[in-house]
Structures are given as structure tokens and as C-alpha cells.
């Protein structure tokens, strides 16, 4: 069974600061990652997608791989009291039927002004 | 585009009762999803569809039924309802298998049975 662990927080971080977010997955052989993020009340938007090791860079969010260690990071500089929501780690999985996606139960972020 | 949209936004449901949530995009995706969230939770797959007329269940497709008889349209049936199916309910579509197609989501069914 897979699983996607991330630390459910709160993180509180004042504005302009990093934060760090970390999420652990179960299966060796995943190959796709996301980062979605969650405002309140609201639905899911993507934020990063990361399918190699490393770092990629979006403006402020950089995502992080480490396929041998298991863990996906986002990091987000500059925070900004807007970046205030859940943060949702998702790796995609594949079966016979098509491909979908398996969530962390999220990272709720506090920035602070 | 209107994108991914739900109905209806918020139901309350007595156990047993049964009902179907309506989800319907535009944006010609072979891919749809049903996802549950329950409070300070992830989402849990519930059932995708690859295309019209096939369907798979997902994480957590006790309870429920779904259909695809058309691109657009993908309801999610309720059949017996539960306390535990109290939550909300995401509809989602892709457009394709590949990793980099995004999956866009819609406002959320926010279902109580009580």
C-alpha cells in the first residue's frame, strides 16, 4: 500500500522567512511527485511538479527530490502572510486502468506579519 | 471555460438515504476523479475514470458507485448513506495519463449524514 507521510503542523513562520515543508513516500519506485496547495474552504491547486532528483525552481517555491532518501521538499522564500493554507504532498501511481494520484494528509502553514 | 464543476455545494443526508453528486468539466479530459476529504485529512481516492466507459476504484470505493457514459459527465452515487460518508468530496479531470497533465479540481459537495 502506498503511503505519502507529511508532518501536519501548524508551521508558523514569520513573513519573509523560509519555510520548509517535507514529505516522506513508501514506494521505491515512484517516479512523479506534486505540491498542491489548499486554502481554506477551498479546492486543491497545483503549485510544483517534481519527476527527477534535485531541486526545481518556480519564483518563490522551490521542490526538492531525493529518490535514494524517499523525500520530496517544498520550499517557499519570501513567506508571505498570503502563503498561509494546507500544503499537500501527492506521488502518482500506475496501475492496469490509467494513473491517479495518492495525498498526504497536508502541512498547514502559518505566516505570520 | 466554466472548468470542473459540482453540484450541488452542500447536502445533509439522513442514513440511508441514497444520492448522486454531479460533477461535469469542459475541458474535454479523458481523465476524472472522485477524491473524500475529511477534516485536517489528505484526499483518498474514491474512483477515476480513463474515458467513457471505464472506470476503477480507487483507495476507498466502499459505499460508493460511478459511471462514465460521457467525456463530460462523471457522477459519483451514494447508495446507502453513512455518518462515516460525512465529508467533502472533490471532483477532479486530467488530460491525460502522463505525469505533467495537471488535474484540476472542483469547488467541492460538502456532504453531512446524519
Known amino acids: 500500500q502506498k503511503e505519502v507521510e507529511q508532518n501536519s503542523g501548524p508551521l508558523s513562520v514569520p513573513e519573509g522567512a523560509i519555510a520548509s515543508l517535507n514529505c516522506t513516500y513508501s514506494?521505491?519506485?515512484?517516479?512523479?511527485f506534486f505540491w498542491y496547495r489548499q486554502y481554506s474552504g477551498k479546492s486543491p491547486e497545483l503549485i510544483m511538479s517534481?519527476?527527477?532528483?534535485g531541486d526545481k525552481e518556480d519564483g518563490r517555491f522551490t521542490a526538492q527530490l531525493n529518490k535514494a532518501s524517499q523525500y520530496v521538499s517544498l520550499l517557499i522564500r519570501d513567506s508571505q502572510p498570503s502563503d498561509s493554507a494546507t500544503y499537500l504532498c501527492?506521488?502518482?501511481?500506475?496501475?492496469?486502468?490509467?494513473?491517479?494520484?495518492?495525498f498526504g494528509k497536508g502541512t498547514t502553514l502559518s505566516v505570520s506579519s | 471555460n466554466a472548468g470542473v464543476t459540482q453540484t450541488p455545494k452542500f447536502r445533509i443526508l439522513k442514513i440511508g438515504q441514497s444520492m448522486t453528486l454531479q460533477c461535469t468539466q469542459d475541458m474535454n479530459h479523458n481523465y476524472m476523479y472522485w477524491y473524500r476529504q475529511d477534516p485536517g485529512m489528505g484526499l483518498k481516492l474514491i474512483y477515476y475514470?480513463?474515458?467513457?466507459?471505464?472506470?476503477d476504484k480507487g483507495e476507498v470505493p466502499n459505499g460508493y458507485n460511478v459511471s462514465r457514459s460521457t467525456t463530460e459527465d462523471f457522477p459519483l452515487r451514494l447508495e446507502l448513506a453513512a455518518p462515516s460518508q460525512t465529508s467533502v468530496y472533490f471532483c477532479?479531470?486530467?488530460?491525460?495519463?502522463?505525469?505533467?497533465?495537471?488535474?484540476?479540481f472542483g469547488p467541492g459537495t460538502r456532504l453531512t449524514v446524519l
Open positions: 517534481i519527476y527527477s532528483n
Open positions: 475514470s480513463v474515458g467513457a466507459g471505464i472506470t
Open positions: 501527492a506521488e502518482e501511481f500506475q496501475d492496469q486502468a490509467g494513473t491517479a494520484l495518492i
Open positions: 477532479a479531470s486530467s488530460a491525460g495519463a502522463h505525469s505533467y497533465n495537471e488535474q484540476f
Open positions: 514506494d521505491r519506485g515512484s517516479q512523479s
